[in-house]
T-cell receptor, first 114, second 113 residues
Framework: DGGITQSPKYLFRKEGQNVTLSCEQNLNHDAMYWYRQDPGQGLRLIYYSQIVNDFQKGDIAEGYSVSREKKESFPLTVTSAQKNPTAFYLC?????????????FGEGSRLTVL | GENVEQHPSTLSVQEGDSAVIKCTYSDSASNYFPWYKQELGKRPQLIIDIRSNVGEKKDQRIAVTLNKTAKHFSLHITETQPEDSAVYFCAASKGNAGNMLTFGGGTRLMVKP
């Protein structure tokens, strides 16, 4: 099946630890995105990548880092610098630059900082 | 940058009634307005979208209207059913920004049987 796979689905972290959330897609999409979802605040863009080896900061990039070494993979690292990391994280993809239409989302990863 | 406000944050209706969710946006250059539905514990999925060259679009029980002058757009669900219960998000983007969407805060719709 074509789609986006995020892992892990649930993750617990102690304060001061970095964690990496995985996002893989087999849709052959050029563009990939990471969103953070908090209750009552909708989805906020963390980072996005329009093409391999290139990515840009979104609205709330502080405390996060990404890489895009392969077209199908866009991992997100939540660093210890992120002051309030407990949230639901959604990865998405779309065909690429110039396309305006449906975003395809993964199932999400819920991160809890203990 | 773009700012999208969505109201109400929660909406409770009786099965069979209509539901309306409203969004306003700030950037007059925005020209693409999708609506996503997120059922509990699941991924958001596109249910309908509208582009700025049209004022209304329908798909069975769902319709979206756009008022470019007032910079607001609305989602209308008629004959609501329990399976319509979910969180709905509106969003906006500019054509040259592709899928750089700015989302509203979401509306939790509850349809009571």
């Amino acid at each position: 099946d074509g789609g986006i796979t995020q892992s892990p689905k649930y993750l617990f972290r102690k304060e001061g630890q970095n964690v990496t959330l995985s996002c893989e897609q087999n849709l052959n999409h050029d563009a990939m995105y990471w969103y953070r979802q908090d209750p009552g605040q909708g989805l906020r863009l963390i980072y996005y990548s329009q093409i391999v080896n290139d990515f840009q900061k979104g609205d709330i990039a502080e405390g996060y880092s990404v890489s895009r070494e392969k077209k199908e993979s866009f991992p997100l690292t939540v660093t210890s610098a992120q002051k309030n990391p407990t949230a639901f994280y959604l990865c998405a993809s779309s065909p690429g630059t110039g396309y305006t239409g449906e975003l395809f989302f993964g199932e999400g990863s819920r991160l809890t900082v203990l | 940058g773009e700012n999208v406000e969505q109201h109400p944050s929660t909406l409770s209706v009786q099965e069979g009634d209509s539901a309306v969710i409203k969004c306003t946006y700030s950037d007059s250059a925005s020209n693409y307005f999708p609506w996503y539905k997120q059922e509990l514990g699941k991924r958001p999925q596109l249910i309908i979208d509208i582009r700025s060259n049209v004022g209304e679009k329908k798909d069975q029980r769902i319709a979206v209207t756009l008022n470019k002058t007032a910079k607001h757009f609305s989602l209308h669900i008629t004959e609501t059913q329990p399976e319509d219960s979910a969180v709905y998000f509106c969003a906006a983007s500019k054509g040259n920004a592709g899928n750089m969407l700015t989302f509203g805060g979401g509306t939790r719709l509850m349809v009571k049987p």
